[in-house]
């Protein structure tokens, strides 16, 4: 019988065997578009376009491990997964449901993109959870949410959706880049496919951009197909890193998680801050949800200053080593603004009717000493 190895073990090694003498460490990093073709054979040729690189192929078994998949698959950002796996189940007249709380990025290319694939998508507040199943029509194929949330961290309850999903015959997709597989696995939880922005905790170190998507076997076989045709492989150099990132994730979550809620807590009892926004408070709107289903509470943290945009501004001119810099989830801490990033293209309005006013600071507490994280931020908002 194969041993059942933990999740440390198996974000280092994928399924540990012994190597045979003068095997490199360090896997070899095959940054090679193609490879030599035995004359005369069918079989698929490998050419680096089609993900069957070999360190394309080593990087997506480990991590269809992580979430308990069938199977995974790399493509070239968060935007290419979500957007390729979205193609995988949706046609011309097709109909999407979505939650409201997702990624600007993710809104755009559902209203402009699958718009003009005569695809309809219908928003769901996550708040009413009667509403899915209300939501569904005739044409609808797939349920997409995002969980935890950008930039509130909400925790979205999978339960009502997750009836809907199987009593219509609905595939359901999460977005759980936020969490990382240390924190949630939707799989575990009756989603169908997941999907992570790879340019985050999954390479965790700010110097890749990558998307995965992991499900049934079927699935991903989908999506590689389309992957090939729309050019969305991941290069072999970029997985290479992300392998490489992959091995410390387990340890890298334990200190992120640690990180965000001493954050989380210092920024909650400091007179300059109005409100803080962290699934591991009480005062979290989810944070019951959080404990149930989430492993760790992650490093994203909300910050809500009481002198609004001026204060938030102040803050940022003076900081000296959380750089102000948009993406997250690396070892390094960094701060964003929404409204001038992620949630831009919403208006000061929309933002608003989804609860993130101008002057929202979106923190993504890196993997430094907590004392100087909190200390960068306690000298910028003296
Ligand atoms: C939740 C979420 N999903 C997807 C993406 C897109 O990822 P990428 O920038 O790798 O394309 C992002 C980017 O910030 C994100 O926050």
Redesign the pocket.
């Known amino acids: 019988m194969r041993r059942q190895f933990g999740f440390s073990t198996t974000a280092i090694h994928g399924v540990p065997h012994r190597r045979p003498d003068w095997t490199p460490i360090a896997p070899a990093l095959q940054q090679s578009s193609t490879f030599v073709n035995p004359v005369g054979s069918d079989d698929e040729v490998l050419y680096s376009r089609y993900g069957n690189n070999p360190n394309q192929l080593d990087l997506a078994r480990k991590y269809a491990l992580l979430e308990g998949a069938d199977d995974a698959i790399f493509v070239a ?4 997964a ?1 957007a390729l796996a979205h193609l995988a189940v949706l046609r011309p007249g097709d109909h999407l449901i979505s939650s409201t709380w997702i ?1 600007g ?2 809104q755009h290319l559902f209203d402009r993109e699958l718009a003009r694939f005569g695809i309809e998508v219908t928003y769901v507040n996550p708040e009413q959870p009667r509403h899915w199943r209300k939501a569904v029509r005739k044409s609808t194929r797939a349920i997409f949410v ?1 969980t935890p949330t ?1 930039p509130l961290m909400r925790i979205v309850d999978l339960g009502p959706i997750t009836y809907a999903a199987e009593e219509e015959g609905l595939a359901l997709l999460v ?1 759980a ?2 969490a990382s597989p240390v924190n949630f696995r939707p799989l575990e939880h009756g989603a169908d496919v997941v999907i992570t ?1 790879a ?2 905790y999954l390479n965790g170190h700010s110097d890749v ?3 995965a998507i992991a499900g049934s076997t079927s699935f991903v076989e989908e999506v590689n197909r389309l992957m090939r045709l729309w050019g969305q492989a991941i290069d072999p150099h970029a997985a290479w890193l992300i392998d490489r990132g992959m091995r410390t994730l387990a340890l890298r979550m334990e200190r992120h998680n640690t990180n965000g809620l001493a954050v989380a807590q210092w920024a909650e009892q400091h007179a300059s801050v109005a409100r803080v926004h962290y699934p591991g408070l009480p005062s979290h709107p989810d944070h019951e949800r959080a404990k149930s289903v989430l492993q760790g509470f992650g490093g994203m943290v909300g910050l809500e200053l009481k002198g609004g945009v001026k204060a938030t501004e102040r803050l940022l001119k003076r900081l000296e080593m959380i750089a102000h810099a948009p ?2 989830a690396g070892v390094e801490t960094l701060v964003s603004e929404p409204r001038l990033t ?1 949630h831009k293209g919403i208006g000061a309005e929309g933002r608003a009717k989804i609860g993130i006013p101008d002057g929202f600071l979106r923190l993504s507490c890196g993997i430094e000493d907590a004392a100087d994280i909190i200390g960068d931020l306690e000298q910028g908002l003296k």
């Open positions: 950002s968060g935007m290419g979500t990624y990025g993710t995002e950008n977005d880049t936020f922005s340019t985050k951009i990558a998307g993406s997250l992620s």
